[in-house]
């Protein structure tokens, strides 16, 4: 009887262990994936924003003028992808950012 009460509470014990740390790991994000996750949301919205500015443009002017814009937001993301995985080698925010 004692044995069986033993195992019961080791074995509700181990579960308790293991959901806590299922949900641990399932919601932690490192630092990196999160500020990937960051980047990778401002040039979503980036895109979006581009898209909905060159249906309203109506010169040439007025689309280069986008155009440029865009170009050298992206790039500026760029350049902080790039430098996320030089500061986070052999990562998988590194392989990310790299894509």
Same mark, same amino acid.
């Given at each position: 009887?004692? =044995?069986?009460?033993?195992?019961?509470? @080791?074995?509700?014990?181990?579960?308790?262990?293991?959901? !806590?740390?299922? !949900?641990? !790991?399932?919601?932690?994000?490192?630092?990196?994936?999160?500020?990937?996750?960051?980047? %990778?949301?401002?040039?979503?919205?980036?895109?979006?924003?581009?898209?909905?500015?060159?249906? =309203? !443009?109506?010169?040439?002017?007025?689309?280069?003028?986008?155009?440029?814009?865009?170009? +050298?937001?992206? +790039? %500026?993301?760029?350049?902080?992808? =790039?430098?996320?995985?030089?500061?986070?080698?052999?990562?998988?925010?590194? @392989?990310? +950012?790299?894509?």
């Amino acid at each position: 009887m004692y =044995l069986t009460w033993l195992q019961s509470g @080791v074995a509700k014990l181990l579960l308790l262990l293991l959901i !806590v740390s299922l !949900v641990f !790991v399932s919601f932690w994000t490192s630092q990196p994936d999160h500020e990937l996750q960051k980047l %990778q949301g401002e040039m979503d919205n980036l895109r979006r924003d581009f898209q909905e500015q060159k249906n =309203l !443009v109506t010169s040439e002017a007025g689309m280069l003028d986008t155009i440029q814009k865009f170009s +050298a937001d992206e +790039a %500026q993301i760029r350049r902080r992808c =790039l430098q996320l995985a030089r500061d986070n080698p052999g990562s998988k925010a590194e @392989v990310s +950012a790299l894509y």
